[in-house]
């Protein structure tokens, strides 16, 4: 059998055993791109991750498979949760599951019209590090480009970066909320191009005759439908961000009044959820259109 092997010019990946790919970026060569796909409790897990070099990408990778192995065969929380994994101590570890649970909270209300759009001044330190990230990370097909800041109730600011082609379509999305402005505008770019990668892989498997599975094909509709002119209003700012010294998460929800949970996955400690039942998502919870998997 070939090895898994991941190529530029037909964006395949081949990978099997949870065999693990690590591969410059087909589309943003000066980015690594770390991907598997495996069996795990009766399911396929699926895990990516992009990185400044292969050992990043690879790092990023290993940290959202033990968090979806993980979600697997954790019971559902109440109201939203946040997941992170890594072996740099809880501290570090509890500080990132609790920037993703605000994040999607804030994205959340973002599309529901709850979160402030900001725009970002050009010389904002994040607009600054955004720019000088693009430059380093540049893309093989240019897209349209941009970056907003959300806000929601006080808590850390979250980023979202957003692409298209030149006709409008193919819209993508990528969000992070860390302590710091400048670390969410890089994050936010990070999983604008993951996003970016994972549509085009799963067109061009459709494209082959390759079967999808409904979460691909869902993926690939809400993708179809979605353009610039159609989700323009939700990225018009309502006034300019301000630069807020980085605070962390924790004590933000504290001052917020929110109450939140910790547990620790049984088979895995390194990995940690929190949850908040005050963050409780709109009634019929409506999945948000940019992200291509709903993660635990």
């Not at 090895?3 to 990946?13: A, C, M, T, V």
Request: glycine share 10%; hydrophobic share 45%.
């Amino acid at each position: 059998m070939p090895s898994p092997n991941l190529r530029d010019e037909n964006l395949e990946i081949r990978a099997s055993a949870g065999a693990v790919v690590v591969s410059t970026m087909p589309d943003v060569p000066t980015l690594f791109l770390a991907a598997s796909a495996s069996n795990w409790s009766g399911g396929v897990v699926s895990a990516t991750g992009v990185g400044r070099t292969a050992r990043d990408a690879r790092r990023r990778h290993d940290a959202e498979r033990r968090e979806r192995r993980a979600a697997v065969v954790m019971p559902a929380p109440a109201g939203l949760s946040g997941m992170a994994a890594g072996d740099d101590g809880p501290d570090a570890v509890l500080r990132r599951a609790l920037c993703e649970m605000i994040e999607r909270w804030t994205c959340l209300g973002w599309w529901h019209g709850a979160s402030d759009v900001r725009a970002l001044a050009p010389g904002a330190q994040a607009a600054r590090a955004f720019f000088d990230a693009r430059a380093a990370w540049p893309r093989r097909r240019e897209r349209k480009t941009g970056l907003v800041q959300l806000g929601a109730g006080g808590l850390p600011p979250v980023l979202v970066a957003w692409s298209c082609d030149g006709a409008g379509r193919s819209i993508c999305f990528g969000a992070a909320c860390r302590p710091n402005a400048s670390d969410a505008a890089l994050g936010a770019l990070r999983e604008l191009y993951q996003m970016e990668f994972g549509l085009a892989l799963e067109r061009h498997r459709a494209t082959r005759g390759v079967t999808l599975s409904p979460a691909s094909q869902a993926v690939l509709s809400r993708a179809h439908g979605l353009t610039l002119d159609g989700v323009q209003a939700r990225l018009l700012p309502q006034g300019k961000a301000t630069e807020a010294p980085a605070e962390d998460p924790a004590h933000a929800l504290r001052r917020a009044g929110l109450r939140w949970s910790i547990e620790s996955a049984p088979a895995d400690p390194g990995v940690l959820r929190v949850s908040s039942p005050d963050l409780m998502p709109p009634s019929g919870h409506v999945r948000w259109p940019f992200y291509i998997s709903a993660g635990p």
